[in-house]
C-alpha cells in the first residue's frame, strides 16, 4: 500500500503520541486531541471511488443460521466475494485457522484471487457494515483515517462481541492507518451519507436507550458530526418489521446521487410496515438538499412477506434498498420473487446508469436479519 506524504507525516505523528503522550503538531498545540471533522476528514459518498470492500466471514456457531446452513452459507459469502473482486478488493475478516478453507471456498466461486486478501482478524459474526471501521478521508491530503466507534450487537442482543468490537483497531493497526475513537456506540448501518454534509439515520437505533442512554439528541448529533465530518443529520423515525438493529437506516433509504433518495415503501395497508414506511416517507418528503430544493423521493416497494417456519424472527427483514455500491457495479438483494425482484433492480438500475446491476439471492442470507449492505464495509481511496 503507497501511503502520501501526508499520511505519512500522521501516522508518524500518531505513534510519537501513543508512546510519548505528546500533543503537537504542524504548529497548532492541539493538534492530538481535535476531532477528525476539524483535521478536514469527512465520510465519503459510497458512489464514490473504493479501494476495497470489506467482509467479515461466518464463524463456525451452531447459533446461526439454524445451525445447519455453513456450507450454504460460506457458498453464499464466496459468491459475494467473488462479484466484488471482479470489480475491486476484497478483504476479508477472519481466524487465520480457516483462511485455506476461505480461499478454497473462494476459488470454487471463481473468485479473482489478486483482488483477494484475507487477515488474521478473527471475528464473532458477519456484520462488518455494523462493527467494522468507518473510513473517513480528507479531501485536501488524500488522507485515509478510521474511525471506531464502540460496538455492542444492537443494544447487547447477541453475545459475544468482544472480537467484533476489536476489528476496527486491528484493521487500521494492520493498514497503518490513523484511528480516532467515535466516542459512543454506532453501527455502520444506521447511518447514510451523500458526501455533502448530510446524514440520514433514525431515531429508533441512536435515541434508543440500549445504545447511548447518557447522550442526548443534541450531543449524539455532535458527536457524529466530529467523526464523520457531517453538518446537518436528518432523522427517520422507525424500522420494518423482524429488524434485530431495531431500524437501521439501510434497509429504509439510501441516497443515490446529490438530489435523490430511494426509499422504502409498502403501499399494502394491512401490511404491519405500513404505518411506519408511510411515517417515513412524510419526513422524507420534507429533507431538502444542501442546496434547499426538495430531495426527489423514489419509492421501491418490499418484497412479499419472507418467513421460515419455527424462526426466531417471524418475518425477515427483506428489503431492496440494502443494495451494495461498487465502483463499477450494484449489488442487489433478491427474494425469488420474480416480479418483485426485477421491478427492483429496474428502479435501481435507472438511479446508476453506469453501473452494472449484479442481483444476489439474499433469501438464506436474511434468515439472520441482514443481506448484502449489512455484511460489507466500503474502503475509500
Not at 64 to 92: C, N
Not at 170 to 176: G, P, V, Y
Not at 308 to 322: K, M
Request: aromatic content about 8%.
Amino acid at each position: 500500500m503507497e501511503f502520501s506524504p501526508s499520511a505519512i507525516v500522521s501516522i508518524l505523528l500518531s505513534e510519537i503520541r501513543e508512546t510519548l503522550g505528546l500533543r503537537f503538531d504542524q504548529g497548532n498545540p492541539n493538534f492530538f486531541s481535535m476531532t477528525p471533522a476539524q483535521k478536514g476528514f469527512s465520510m465519503p459518498a459510497e458512489w464514490t471511488k473504493q479501494s476495497a470492500t470489506w467482509l467479515s466471514w461466518p464463524v463456525e456457531d451452531p447459533r446461526h443460521w439454524g445451525g445447519g446452513k455453513k456450507e450454504i452459507i460460506w457458498a453464499k459469502f464466496a459468491e459475494i466475494a467473488a462479484a466484488i473482486s471482479r470489480h475491486q478488493p476484497v478483504r476479508i475478516n477472519a481466524p487465520a485457522s480457516i483462511h485455506g478453507a476461505i480461499a478454497t471456498a473462494c476459488n470454487r466461486a471463481h473468485t479473482n484471487l489478486s483482488h483477494l486478501r484475507l487477515y488474521d482478524h478473527p471475528n464473532n459474526d458477519v456484520w462488518c457494515r455494523d462493527h467494522g471501521p468507518i473510513f473517513v478521508r480528507n479531501p485536501v491530503t488524500d488522507e485515509i483515517a478510521i474511525t471506531d466507534w464502540e460496538f455492542n450487537a444492537w443494544g447487547g442482543k447477541f453475545e459475544p462481541w468482544n472480537l467484533d468490537n476489536a476489528i476496527p483497531e486491528k484493521i487500521a493497526n494492520t493498514l497503518h492507518l490513523p484511528r480516532y475513537e467515535g466516542g459512543m456506540i454506532l453501527e455502520g448501518g444506521a447511518i447514510e451519507v451523500n458526501g455533502r454534509g448530510q446524514l440520514l439515520t433514525t431515531e429508533a437505533v441512536l435515541l434508543n436507550p440500549n445504545r447511548n442512554p447518557h447522550l442526548s439528541r443534541e450531543q449524539t448529533e455532535q458527536k457524529l458530526r466530529d467523526g464523520l465530518g457531517v453538518k446537518e443529520i436528518l432523522w427517520l423515525e422507525k424500522g420494518i418489521e423482524g429488524d434485530d438493529t431495531d431500524g437501521h437506516i439501510d434497509d429504509l433509504a439510501r441516497f443515490t446521487s446529490n438530489d435523490t433518495i430511494l426509499a422504502c415503501d409498502e403501499p399494502d395497508t394491512s401490511s404491519p410496515n405500513h404505518p411506519a414506511l408511510t411515517g417515513n416517507m412524510s419526513r422524507l418528503k420534507n429533507f431538502l438538499t444542501p442546496s434547499g430544493r426538495p430531495y426527489d423521493i423514489v419509492p421501491i416497494h418490499l418484497p412479499q412477506a419472507c418467513e421460515i417456519p419455527g424462526w426466531r424472527l417471524p418475518v425477515l427483514p427483506a428489503s431492496y434498498v440494502n443494495f451494495l455500491i461498487l465502483n463499477h457495479a450494484v449489488l442487489v438483494p433478491t427474494f425469488r420473487q420474480r416480479k418483485n425482484d426485477d421491478r427492483a433492480l429496474g428502479i435501481i438500475a435507472e438511479h446508476f446508469p453506469d453501473r452494472d446491476i449484479i442481483p444476489i439471492d439474499c433469501l438464506d442470507l436474511v434468515q439472520e436479519g441482514g443481506t448484502l449492505h449489512c455484511i460489507s464495509q466500503q474502503q475509500p481511496t
